[in-house]
């Protein structure tokens, strides 16, 4: 029987750690395999390094030692599950690597780090510069860490445009993390103040504009309520706050709206049309995010 799998990056780093245990939290909480994988791109050894036998033995070798060191990091993590791990190293270039890696293992989940620490390492300089573009290949929703600590969220602070989109990203972070209270957050694009000026809209008009549009908006948060409940599992019993205002919905607003509701997770419906916003909430946020893809 094919064990679910959850795979995680690491380039090594004392500050990759904290991403790898808590994949190996989140793997021991929902009976998953734990894939870590570490990709080696072949382009680093072109900027001064020699291609000799000799020196690529060199590089593989200490690449093992430090695999090896890696796989010992994760099995004290994961005590007597040892069973249910597997630490790999691939040469390539780390998004089609990381890609092809989570199809070959039918990966359920895919964690990394945001960022790496900055120092003169030109590995973490690389895998920092293309973390965008792993996410933007990932064939899997995505756990981005940015905080250490185990996998335990208590409250998942979801921004939402009541598409079916938005929906399965829900249902999906509320199943993934059934132990966790929802917040439920819907801005309602509003007109410009000078905008309103141009067409000679302000005073009533606008007050108009804002309670209907609220009352709209109350129904729709009902309606994908109703809708996300009807999913069945933790849904239907999950803890929901909502909330809904005149705005716009960008990135200092989530990060606000997170940081004021104390969630430690932000859940993100992340498609084509919407990875510049994801990525600018991503940057803005200073907690993890959980990206349905």
Same mark, same amino acid.
């Given at each position: 029987?094919?064990?679910?799998r959850i795979?995680?990056?690491?380039?090594?780093s004392k500050?990759s750690?904290?991403?790898?245990?808590?994949a190996?939290?989140? #793997?021991?909480k929902?009976d998953?395999w734990?894939?870590?994988?570490?990709?080696?791109?072949?382009?680093?050894?072109a900027?001064?390094?020699?291609?000799?036998?000799?020196?690529?033995?060199?590089?593989?070798?200490?690449?093992?030692?430090?695999?090896?060191?890696v796989?010992?990091?994760?099995?004290?993590k994961?005590?007597?599950?040892?069973?249910?791990m597997?630490?790999?190293?691939?040469?390539?270039?780390?998004?089609?690597?990381?890609?092809?890696?989570?199809?070959?293992?039918?990966?359920?989940?895919?964690?990394?780090?945001?960022?790496?620490?900055?120092d003169e390492?030109?590995?973490?300089?690389?895998?920092?510069?293309?973390a965008?573009?792993?996410?933007?290949?990932?064939?899997?929703n995505?756990?981005?860490?940015?905080?250490?600590?185990?996998?335990?969220?208590?409250?998942?602070?979801?921004?939402?445009d009541?598409?079916?989109?938005?929906?399965? #990203?829900?249902a999906?972070a509320?199943?993934?993390f059934p132990?966790?209270?929802?917040?439920?957050?819907?801005?309602?694009?509003?007109?410009?103040?000078?905008?309103?000026?141009?067409?000679?809209?302000?005073?009533?008009?606008?007050?108009?504009?804002?309670?209907?549009?609220?009352?709209?908006?109350?129904?729709?948060?009902?309606?994908?309520?109703a809708?996300?409940?009807?999913?069945?599992g #933790?849904?239907?019993?999950?803890?929901i706050?909502?909330?809904?205002?005149l705005g716009?919905?960008?990135?200092?607003?989530?990060?606000?709206?997170? #940081?004021?509701?104390?969630?430690?997770?932000?859940?993100?419906?992340?498609?084509?049309?919407?990875?510049?916003?994801?990525?600018?909430?991503?940057?803005?946020?200073?907690?993890?995010?959980?990206?349905?893809?």
């Amino acid at each position: 029987m094919h064990r679910e799998r959850i795979v995680v990056t690491t380039d090594l780093s004392k500050n990759s750690y904290k991403v790898i245990d808590k994949a190996a939290s989140l #793997a021991l909480k929902s009976d998953r395999w734990l894939e870590v994988l570490h990709v080696v791109e072949p382009k680093l050894f072109a900027f001064g390094f020699s291609r000799s036998d000799e020196d690529a033995q060199a590089v593989d070798a200490a690449t093992q030692e430090r695999l090896k060191r890696v796989s010992e990091t994760v099995r004290k993590k994961l005590h007597r599950q040892i069973d249910r791990m597997n630490v790999q190293t691939r040469m390539g270039s780390i998004p089609a690597t990381t890609e092809a890696f989570v199809r070959e293992k039918r990966g359920v989940l895919l964690v990394i780090g945001d960022s790496e620490i900055e120092d003169e390492s030109l590995t973490k300089r690389l895998l920092g510069s293309v973390a965008r573009r792993i996410i933007s290949r990932s064939p899997v929703n995505t756990l981005v860490v940015k905080t250490a600590g185990d996998a335990d969220y208590k409250k998942l602070y979801i921004p939402t445009d009541f598409s079916n989109h938005s929906l399965n #990203a829900a249902a999906a972070a509320i199943a993934l993390f059934p132990e966790a209270s929802v917040v439920l957050d819907h801005v309602v694009d509003s007109p410009s103040e000078s905008q309103l000026v141009v067409y000679e809209m302000e005073g009533e008009f606008y007050r108009h504009f804002s309670d209907s549009a609220k009352k709209q908006a109350e129904k729709e948060m009902e309606r994908f309520i109703a809708r996300l409940r009807a999913q069945g599992g #933790a849904c239907a019993s999950v803890s929901i706050q909502s909330q809904y205002a005149l705005g716009h919905m960008d990135a200092d607003w989530a990060a606000e709206q997170a #940081a004021k509701h104390n969630a430690d997770l932000t859940v993100l419906a992340a498609d084509d049309s919407r990875f510049s916003n994801t990525f600018a909430m991503m940057e803005a946020s200073s907690n993890d995010l959980f990206l349905h893809l």
